[in-house]
């Protein structure tokens, strides 16, 4: 078998059977597996998933929310496909991503992740997919969310990190480097891994000529939800890989940007840095 898809779902019911379907018409049967995590969800999505498909996917319920990194694990740990694909519920396939990729990953043993091109559903490539790893520098600078030129004709892209949201890694890699660091509920355990497969000297690449249609934010809507969770995983990130002085001085780096959203009462769905 050569993927193991992996969706973690929290009250997306809607959307992540759409996403399956999406899968089903475009990916030979034989070539993958579905497991699925709810999330303790408690709104229909279990149910709504085990009507409509059945043994074709393996369901996990949890019965509390886990958080993204260790319900991924959890399905990790029962996936038996050389390769992993960890999808979000809120995504859409236009077309077959899995053979490319594996026929990609069996060309070049140096490559560790695959990220496909993720789009809008306007069509337009998604701000944020991937970039360098970030820095206490790029947070003073506010480079660390710049978009990578792309050169004209490019068909790899070769990155730091690549969002969680559509991610393939080697199965024996995966384990290699411990899975996600459960440590983070959600946001930066993509960058996270990213980097740990870099140590592993393995490179994490965009295939831009693969894409995918990613919906985003649909599952956590509630804007100081996001801000807390994404500056708890911050805190984490940089006290892991730069150490705990640079956690404090990146925490007081964020006040003024924190203190400014307080005053704006920002709509924004994403934190300033």
């Not at 694909?85 to 490319?100: E, G, Q, R, V, Y």
């Amino acid at each position: 078998m050569l993927f193991s898809i992996i969706i973690v779902n929290y009250r997306t019911p809607e959307l992540a059977a759409a996403g399956l379907r999406s899968i089903f018409k475009h990916c030979a049967g034989d070539s993958y597996e579905i497991i699925v995590i709810d999330n303790n969800s408690a709104d229909g999505s279990v149910e709504l998933l085990e009507k409509e498909f059945g043994s074709k996917i393996k369901l996990i319920k949890n019965s509390q929310n886990l958080g993204f990194a260790r319900a991924n694990n959890q399905g990790a740990r029962v996936a038996g496909g050389e390769h992993l694909l960890f999808l979000n519920s809120d995504t859409l396939l236009t077309a077959d991503i899995l053979t490319p990729a594996a026929k990609l990953f069996f060309a070049d043993e140096s490559i560790g992740i695959i990220s496909p091109r993720l789009l809008s559903p306007s069509g337009t490539p998604q701000n944020g997919a991937y970039g360098k790893f970030p820095t206490l520098a790029g947070l003073i600078a506010q480079t660390n969310k710049r978009e990578m030129p792309i050169a004209d004709g490019a068909k790899i892209l070769g990155i730091d990190w690549v969002s969680g949201c559509a991610l393939m890694i080697r199965h024996d890699l995966f384990k290699k480097i411990g899975g996600w660091d459960e440590k983070f509920f959600l946001y930066f355990e993509d960058v996270d891994l990213c980097r740990r497969v870099w140590q592993e000297n393995k490179k994490v690449i965009v295939d831009l000529r693969l894409s995918l249609i990613h919906f985003g934010g649909r599952s956590l809507k509630k804007n100081n939800d996001r801000r807390r969770y994404y500056y708890r995983a911050q805190d984490y990130y940089f006290k892991k890989h730069y150490g705990a002085l640079a956690a404090v001085i990146m925490k007081i780096i964020r006040w003024p940007y924190k203190i400014w959203g307080l005053i704006k009462r920002t709509a924004s769905a994403e934190p300033n840095i």
